[in-house]
């Protein structure tokens, strides 16, 4: 399309025809901001459409998210950070019983760690 006014502007040009050339410069650019948005739009579109995706494959489970993708559990993943940015960041989990992310330094007690019950005693518990 741009290629073509290009064609037909060289002719106007030779024809001597400003009047035409100049007004189909503005033609031009107006395609060219026509053709920019409509690419922005298809990236928007893109990233939604993979956001939509994402989140139909997230589980919430013990303050966590978990993303089942082909049959693969993957995570823990942050919920503040999902949630908040859309951002799927891996929690890091520690010795202390607690998984921590390195993004928000959001802490959530990890379900899966050892019971501590010499913590409990010492509180009388």
Same mark, same amino acid.
């Given at each position: 399309?741009?290629? #073509?006014? =290009?064609?037909?502007?060289a002719t !106007?040009? +030779?024809?001597?025809?400003? &009047?035409?050339? *100049?007004?189909?410069? %503005?033609?031009?650019?107006?395609?060219? +901001?026509l053709i920019?948005?409509?690419?922005k739009l298809?990236? &928007?579109? /893109?990233?939604? *459409?993979? +956001? !939509?995706?994402?989140?139909? &494959? !997230?589980?919430? /489970?013990?303050?966590?998210? @978990? /993303?089942? *993708?082909?049959?693969? *559990?993957?995570?823990?993943?942050?919920? /503040?950070?999902? #949630?908040? &940015?859309? =951002?799927?960041?891996?929690?890091?989990?520690?010795? %202390?019983?607690?998984?921590?992310?390195?993004?928000? =330094?959001?802490?959530?007690?990890?379900?899966?760690?050892?019971?501590?019950?010499?913590? #409990?005693?010492? @509180?009388?518990?």
């Amino acid at each position: 399309m741009l290629q #073509d006014i =290009k064609v037909i502007g060289a002719t !106007l040009m +030779k024809a001597g025809n400003i &009047e035409l050339y *100049k007004q189909l410069l %503005d033609y031009q650019a107006d395609a060219q +901001k026509l053709i920019d948005e409509n690419m922005k739009l298809k990236e &928007e579109n /893109r990233v939604l *459409k993979e +956001k !939509l995706m994402i989140q139909s &494959e !997230l589980e919430f /489970r013990n303050n966590q998210y @978990f /993303r089942i *993708k082909d049959g693969i *559990k993957l995570g823990p993943y942050c919920t /503040r950070c999902w #949630d908040a &940015e859309s =951002k799927l960041i891996n929690l890091h989990q520690s010795n %202390d019983g607690y998984s921590d992310c390195p993004s928000c =330094k959001v802490s959530v007690v990890n379900n899966q760690a050892p019971y501590n019950q010499s913590y #409990d005693d010492s @509180f009388g518990w």
